[in-house]
C-alpha cells in the first residue's frame, strides 16, 4: 500500500499562472513533509518543507499547505516560470522514530510553458 | 565543497555479475540513504545508515548489501546482479536535529543488467 500518492503524473501550466502540485497520504505517524525538485540526470533537490504543527510555510515562489485531517499537502508556486519544469516529488516523515527516512511520492512532472 | 558525490555514473553488467556503487559526502552527515527509482516511479528506499557503524534495511533491500566504511563513504553491493536490478541509484545524506530535515542527494548512478 503506498503510503504518499500524487495522483496526477503531469501537469502544464503557462508562465506567469500558479502551479499547485498534490499529495495525500495515509500514515497518520508523519509529522514532517517535504517536496523536493528534480531536474533530468540530475539528484533531487529540496525545495521546501513543513511540519505537522504547522498548516503553511512560505520560502519566496513556493508555498506549502498541509491539511492534517485531510491528509493532504499542497505546493503553490507563484508566479511559475519555464525553470520551474522539473519533476516534484513529496516525501513524508516519522520524525520522531524513524532515523531520518522519508517516504517518496511517484512524482509529478511540471511544465511550464513560455 | 563537493556535497555528495557517486561513482560510478553509468554502469553495464551481465547478470550475475558483481559491483559496488561508492557515495561519499562531505558534509559531516550521520545519516546516509540508497534508493533506487524505476522510471516513472518514486525513490525507494533500499538501505540506510542513521550513523557509522550501523546499517539497516529500508522498504527493498532484496539483492543489495552496504557497507559504512566510515562517517564520510556508504558504499552499496550488488553480489549477482539481476535485469530487475536496472535502476537508477541514488545516495543521499542528512543531519537528523536540522530545522529542515532534508536529505541532499547525489548525482545518480544508471545502472543497466543484461
Known amino acids: 500500500d503506498q503510503q504518499v500518492k500524487q495522483n496526477s503524473p503531469s501537469l502544464s501550466v503557462q508562465e506567469g499562472r500558479i502551479s499547485i502540485l498534490n499529495c495525500d497520504y495515509t500514515?497518520?505517524?508523519?509529522?514532517?513533509f517535504l517536496w523536493y525538485k528534480k531536474y533530468p540526470a540530475e539528484g533531487p533537490t529540496f525545495l521546501i518543507s513543513?511540519?505537522?504543527?504547522?498548516d503553511k510555510n512560505e520560502d519566496g515562489r513556493f508555498t506549502v499547505f498541509l491539511n492534517k485531517s485531510a491528509k493532504h499537502l499542497s505546493l503553490h508556486i507563484v508566479p511559475s516560470q519555464p525553470g520551474d519544469s522539473a519533476v516534484y516529488f513529496c516525501?513524508?516523515?516519522?520524525?520522531?522514530?524513524?532515523?531520518?527516512?522519508?517516504?517518496f511520492g511517484d512524482g509529478t512532472t511540471l511544465t511550464v510553458k513560455p | 565543497n563537493a556535497g555528495v558525490t557517486q561513482t560510478p555514473k553509468f554502469q553495464v553488467l551481465k547478470t550475475g555479475q558483481s559491483m559496488t556503487l561508492q557515495c561519499a559526502q562531505d558534509?559531516?552527515?550521520?545519516?546516509m540513504y540508497w534508493y533506487r527509482q524505476d522510471p516513472g516511479m518514486g525513490l525507494r528506499l533500499i538501505y540506510y545508515?542513521?550513523?557509522?557503524?550501523?546499517?539497516d534495511k529500508g522498504e527493498v533491500p532484496n539483492g543489495y548489501n552496504v557497507s559504512r566504511l566510515n562517517k564520510r563513504e556508504f558504499s552499496l553491493r550488488l553480489e549477482s546482479a539481476a535485469p530487475s536490478q536496472t535502476s537508477v541509484y541514488f545516495c543521499?545524506?542528512?543531519?537528523?536535529?536540522?530545522?529542515?530535515?532534508?536529505?541532499?542527494f547525489g548525482p545518480g548512478t544508471r545502472l543497466t543488467v543484461t
Open positions: 543521499a545524506s542528512s543531519e537528523l536535529g536540522d530545522i529542515n530535515y532534508e536529505q541532499y
Open positions: 500514515n497518520s505517524m508523519f509529522d514532517y
Open positions: 513543513i511540519s505537522s504543527i504547522k
Open positions: 516525501a513524508a516523515s516519522d520524525y520522531s522514530t524513524n532515523a531520518g527516512k522519508s517516504t
Open positions: 558534509m559531516n552527515h550521520n545519516s
Open positions: 545508515s542513521a550513523s557509522e557503524g550501523t546499517t
